[in-house]
């Protein structure tokens, strides 16, 4: 499957805990994108990374959530300490560069987290 | 930041009839792209429409993006029940360097 992998599907934490979510691009994709959706809402942006690089995180909340693309491995979004509001599906998405360059975005399946 | 306005959240029809979504700016979006939900799915990427007063049509499907580019439509014809999902209108600012801006999407629910 050359698509945008997620995992886990889904996630449950207890209040406190630590969320790790993890994004691997489409193949050739160096542009990720991570989006938090409510339910019955759109998607909120959070943060555009590339390799070693955090380009925007304006989308982020300021406490708690970091996001990292390293080298090699992965895109993370972390979650520390979560809180029921915390409770969402989280979705990735990937181009081949950034989209103002008219380029669509390729998204997971996402991540659903549910916080006890 | 920039938002985009979405309308109607939920749109009830018999299949067969017709429907269109309303994606509305107050400012002038550099290009507009259309995405299409399933329920628990993933946004799946439809369209992109850059240029003012574009039309493109994907067989039952119609995109505008007016000649103003501050609102942009969505209209399907003869709708089947392989249309049921929620549709997002979501702009790119172009020439910055964040993600798209989503609309709230539209619910279309069909009765058969």
């Known amino acids: 499957n050359a698509g945008v992998m997620q995992n886990p599907r889904h996630l449950v934490r207890r209040r406190g805990q630590e969320a790790r979510l993890r994004c691997s691009p489409m193949k050739g994709h160096s542009h990720v994108y991570w989006y938090r959706q409510l339910p019955e809402e759109g998607l909120k942006f959070m943060v555009y990374l590339q390799k070693e690089n955090i380009i925007d995180e304006s989308g982020m909340p300021k406490e708690r959530f970091s996001a990292e693309f390293p080298k090699e491995g992965p895109s993370i979004l972390r979650i520390q300490q979560v809180v029921r509001g915390d409770s969402a599906a989280y979705f990735c998405?990937?181009?081949?560069?950034?989209?103002?360059?008219?380029?669509?975005?390729?998204f997971g399946d996402g991540t659903r987290l549910s916080i006890l | 930041g920039q938002q985009v306005m979405q309308i109607p959240q939920y749109q009830h029809v018999q299949e067969g009839e017709d429907f269109t979504t309303y994606c509305n700016s107050s400012t002038t979006l550099s290009n507009i792209q259309w995405y299409k939900q399933r329920p628990g799915g993933h946004p799946v990427f439809l369209i992109q429409l850059v240029k003012s007063g574009e039309v493109k049509k994907q067989k039952r499907l119609t995109f505008q993006f007016g000649e103003a580019k501050k609102n942009s439509s969505l209209h399907i014809t003869a709708t089947q029940t392989t249309d049921v999902g929620t549709y997002f209108c979501?702009?790119?600012?172009?020439?910055?360097?964040?993600?798209?801006?989503f609309g709230k999407g539209t619910h279309l629910i069909i009765q058969p």
């Open positions: 998405a990937s181009s081949p560069r950034q989209s103002y360059s008219n380029q669509p975005q390729h």
């Open positions: 979501a702009e790119g600012t172009g020439g910055g360097a964040d993600g798209l801006t």
